[in-house]
């Protein structure tokens, strides 16, 4: 495989403002949710990301018709006639697992590969299965995970974890079906109602209750749709993250504030200063950054585990002694090998990394272990007086469209080298 390298040269302050692409956790559900029912669906923004173009592989495998201009994907699914999904379109990307919902929901039937864990865990799917189990599905796992949901019924569905592909697996396999499901212990990811969103667009009945579970009236016939994807809170967050990091000034332009207070309220502690408006974050951080006594990833709307690598990076130089604790994927610190490559002063205690704030970085030769480490590593390297060089960016071009476009655009000195 051919796995590029960025050349950062850091010391540079970011300042500018910046729209942020389409969000890669809510476009994979949503465009899993393509093959319910009739009529071309039209996503408007999608992230132009190696897991879409996977994605739409494993789309046109099925039997849809895809056509993709820019950023808009028009999706036909009425030829749909497949329900086995190969080792090779599947292995390559982890959400493929959505289309075990989509297709017990549209050929009620599915053969998946069973999916192996991935860098940053084992990654397990017993809730998946048991939620489409209490939903009337039976399964048959042995080489393959092979699904029939012949008398899809409908019920009362009890997670056990809040977990967010589980739910929308549980929603995608559920929406066609004559019936009223209540997943209770749903998760409350931003993206799991846009999928919500989405496929109220297209006629489905769902809504989330006082309580946060999530009912759906089903078997209402879907329809077409057009529909526009709402920015990548993990992109923003990565931003306002690297401009931290480099003591600069970002605005963020048509963003959701709220959607990342666990970061922003993190920031504030931090010493940074944070303007949120209706649709707008202004972040200025001039001062020298204090230190996070403690912190825990968490479930949303905690502290998402997928900024929790970029903030460890930019912790490498705030003052004091940090602890950043990873509750939710247990393989997230192998960042730390890379960081201490520049002299950082970190050591794993458990589940916990203990990070001692130092002045300065030393630029190094470093390689991303995965996809949210890759950019963490982008951001220590923007804070390191010197030239370092990234390997293995295939794995940051899996959830970033074009991450030296967007770090070049607030002044910082990125390129892609081969
Ligand atoms: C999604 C996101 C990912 C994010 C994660 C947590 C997508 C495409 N990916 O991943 O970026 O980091 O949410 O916010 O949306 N678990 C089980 N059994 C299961 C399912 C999950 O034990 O059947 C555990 C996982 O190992 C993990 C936790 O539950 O510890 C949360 O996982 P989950 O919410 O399912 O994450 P994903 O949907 O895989």
Same mark, same amino acid.
């Given at each position: 495989m051919d796995l590029g390298s960025l050349e950062i040269t850091g010391g540079v302050p970011l300042h500018g403002e910046i729209c942020i692409q389409g969000s890669k956790n809510a476009v994979l559900p949503i465009l899993a949710a393509c093959i319910l029912g009739e009529g071309v669906c039209i996503i408007e923004n999608c992230p132009q990301i190696r897991d879409v173009a996977d994605t739409l592989e494993i789309m046109r495998y099925l039997g849809c018709r895809v056509q993709c201009a820019g950023k808009t994907v028009q999706i036909d699914a009425?030829?749909?006639?497949? @329900?086995e999904i190969g080792g090779e379109e599947a292995g390559r990307i982890r959400s493929s697992v959505l289309f075990l919902g989509a297709l017990l929901g549209r050929m009620k039937k599915a053969v998946l590969p069973l999916p192996g864990g991935c860098a940053i865990g084992e990654r397990p799917i017993d809730q998946h299965i048991a939620a489409l189990r209490q939903l009337g599905a039976r399964f048959y796992l042995e080489e393959k995970i092979t699904a029939d949901?012949? $008398?899809?019924?409908g019920g009362r569905v009890c997670l056990s974890i809040p977990s967010v592909g589980a739910t929308e697996n549980a929603i995608l396999a559920s929406v066609l079906a004559p019936a009223e499901t209540l997943i209770e212990?749903?998760? *409350?990811?931003?993206e799991v109602d846009e999928l919500c969103g989405f496929l109220v667009k297209r006629g489905a009945q769902i809504s989330r209750t006082a309580e946060g579970d999530i009912r759906i009236l089903g078997g209402n016939k879907l329809g077409p749709a057009r529909y526009r994807m709402k920015p990548d809170r993990i992109v923003a967050g990565t931003c306002l993250l690297a401009a931290v990091a480099t003591r600069g000034t970002v605005a963020i332009r048509d963003f959701p504030c709220r959607e990342l207070e666990a970061l922003t309220e993190v920031l504030r502690d931090m010493g940074v200063s944070v303007v949120c408006g209706e649709n707008r974050i202004e972040i200025s951080a001039g001062r020298p950054l204090c230190a996070v006594p403690y912190l825990e990833t968490a479930p949303y709307p905690g502290f998402p585990t997928d900024l929790q690598s970029p903030l460890t990076a930019v912790l490498c130089r705030a003052r004091g002694e940090s602890r950043i604790c990873e509750?939710? @994927?247990? $393989? *997230? @610190?192998?960042?730390v090998p890379e960081l201490q490559k520049m002299g950082a002063k970190i050591r794993i205690d458990g589940r916990c990394a203990v990070i001692k704030g130092l002045p300065a970085l030393t630029p190094a030769k470093l390689a991303a272990p995965d996809l949210r480490g890759g950019a963490a590593l982008v951001i220590a390297a923007l804070q390191a007086n010197g030239t370092s060089v990234i390997r293995n960016t295939e794995y940051i071009e899996r959830g970033y469209e074009d991450i030296c476009r967007d770090l070049r655009l607030l002044g910082a000195k990125i390129r892609q080298v081969v």
């Open positions: 009425s030829r749909v006639d497949a @329900f949901a012949v $008398n899809l019924r212990h749903a998760a *409350r990811e931003p509750t939710i @994927f247990e $393989n *997230r @610190f192998r960042i």
